[in-house]
């Protein structure tokens, strides 16, 4: 039986990748860009990549007609686009056309949670590809969920951020508003015993934990199982401006998904019922629980998926393939070379480089960039890394982007996604013996030229250290 994932380099369809291919005969994974796409070895053999822009139909011919069933996990929360939401609706129209024309029986569509009468603009777009979704001639059935919990989710590392960081906290009123968390976990078992359950068919449920708690309530919890003593107060003047630069500014979260998260906060997302758990025999487990699941996670390194490693978390649009060339002509080029000491170990030192670690050298001008680059609306140093000493192509680091990362070869090549008058790639290989260290830049307009200059004083005291540290 082959199964379609779509997203499956995203959050979720990481997660729920390896629990399908356990059980189905194929698994096949639709990806904006192959390159960026790692497969774990253990799965492989079941697994098709297939290169999709669900936005281009052209691209659906790629994906075979002999499917049974498939999950659409299709969706940006931070999506910049004035057209979002027709954007949406025309990437859920075209993949119902062409599912259309396949074989395909059930479609699993997982949104959020639509009860309320007044919805933000995110939740009435997930609203409207659910009725598109509908049109098709296969059965659909829609899990409506609310804020997921779990290691590296956007709502978790967001709460992180303000209860690590803020021993108190002016907040916005809607802090009082009531949602209803649900682990990942849990998520990933209702997506996976969901799938052609005939009962199932042309449904819709709400997916939720076992508790129904403010976003006050859930800081407060979050306090309590770090052994942290918080103190939480709320303003009813804070406006949605505000409120989103409030947590753009504590929190890893860009600007663009603050707007949309303060905006749907304003919502309730509370369970009109809990009958989907009752008929599949699941027991959803507590807010709490799904906080420790996610710190046992993090503790052993354990992270499957991050929201940080989605490109919407920084300044590249397209597929990061185009970026992989760096170009040469008009560009700027800081180039330095020191023989290899012991590979092995210098090795592991790119390949832990970034977030706790640091940069080996002169740390307080990286973390000075990077708040400057925040004051700016980038996205600083804030997004760390997803894994201690594990790098894929499409990975974050601090405020870089992998592009590529082979670890034999001894290849490292990162883009910039600071706020920059230009592109900028940080490139190490391991050439002959030596580490050769490249620092590349191409200048957009004159302001480029005159930044390049002006930071070019710090470039021989950084870079220089950096090497030497990465060899030494």
């Not at 390896?18 to 796409?37: K, T, W």
């Not at 009468?117 to 829609?142: F, I, M, P, Q």
């Not at 400057?372 to 140093?381: A, E, F, Q, T, Y």
């Not at 290989?429 to 490249?438: E, S």
Request: net charge positive; proline share 3%.
């Amino acid at each position: 039986m082959k199964i379609l994932l779509t997203g499956a380099t995203g959050y979720i369809g990481k997660r729920l990748l390896p629990v399908l291919a356990m059980q189905y005969e194929e698994v096949i994974c639709c990806v904006r860009d192959i390159d960026r796409s790692v497969i774990p070895s253990s799965i492989a053999h079941k697994v098709s990549l297939v290169e999709v822009d669900f936005l281009e139909p052209d691209s659906l011919q790629n994906i075979p007609k002999d499917i049974q069933a498939g999950y659409y996990l299709i969706h940006s929360m931070s999506s910049t686009s004035k057209d979002f939401t027709q954007l949406e609706i025309q990437a859920a129209k075209n993949f119902r056309t062409y599912m259309d024309q396949t074989e395909i029986e059930h479609v699993i569509y997982l949104s959020g949670m639509t009860n309320e009468n007044e919805l933000s603009e995110h939740l009435l777009s997930r609203k409207a590809v659910e009725d598109e979704l509908n049109k098709g001639k296969y059965a659909l059935t829609t899990l409506r969920a609310g804020i997921i919990i779990g290691s590296g989710s956007a709502s978790f590392e967001i709460i992180r951020d303000l209860v690590e960081k803020l021993p108190i906290m002016i907040a916005p009123r809607w802090l009082h508003t009531r949602c209803q968390p649900i682990g990942i976990r849990d998520v990933i078992t209702f997506l996976d015993k969901t799938l052609l359950q005939e009962e199932l068919y042309h449904q819709n449920y709400d997916i939720g934990g076992s508790d129904v708690l403010s976003y006050k309530q859930m800081l407060e919890i979050f306090a309590q199982v770090r052994g942290l003593k918080r103190y939480i107060f709320t303003v009813p003047v804070m406006t949605t401006r505000l409120s989103s630069y409030w947590l753009f500014f504590v929190t890893s979260t860009t600007y663009s998904l603050a707007v949309a998260l303060v905006d749907s906060m304003k919502v309730e997302v509370v369970c009109r019922d809990q009958s989907l758990a009752e008929k599949l025999n699941i027991q959803p487990v507590s807010y709490r629980e799904s906080l420790q699941m996610a710190f046992t996670k993090i503790s052993q390194n354990a992270i499957v998926s991050s929201w940080k490693d989605s490109l919407i978390s920084g300044r590249i649009s397209a597929d990061i393939s185009e970026f992989i060339n760096v170009p040469r002509h008009g560009c700027f080029i800081d180039q330095r070379k020191l023989a290899l000491k012991n590979r092995q170990a210098t090795t592991q030192k790119l390949w832990s480089i970034g977030g706790t670690v640091g940069w080996y050298y002169g740390n307080w001008l990286w973390k000075l960039r990077g708040y400057l680059d925040k004051l700016s609306g980038g996205v600083g140093l804030r997004r760390g890394r997803t894994n201690v000493d594990k790098i894929e192509a499409g990975d974050v680091i601090d405020f870089w982007r992998v592009i590529y990362a082979n670890k034999n070869k001894g290849k490292l090549l990162l883009y910039a996604e600071m706020k920059l008058p230009g592109d900028a790639w940080l490139e190490f290989n391991m050439v002959d013996n030596q580490l050769v260290q490249t620092a590349t830049f191409r200048p957009r307009g004159i302001f480029g030229r005159l930044y390049w200059y002006s930071v070019l004083p710090f470039h021989g005291f950084i870079f220089n250290g950096m090497l030497r540290k990465l060899v030494g």
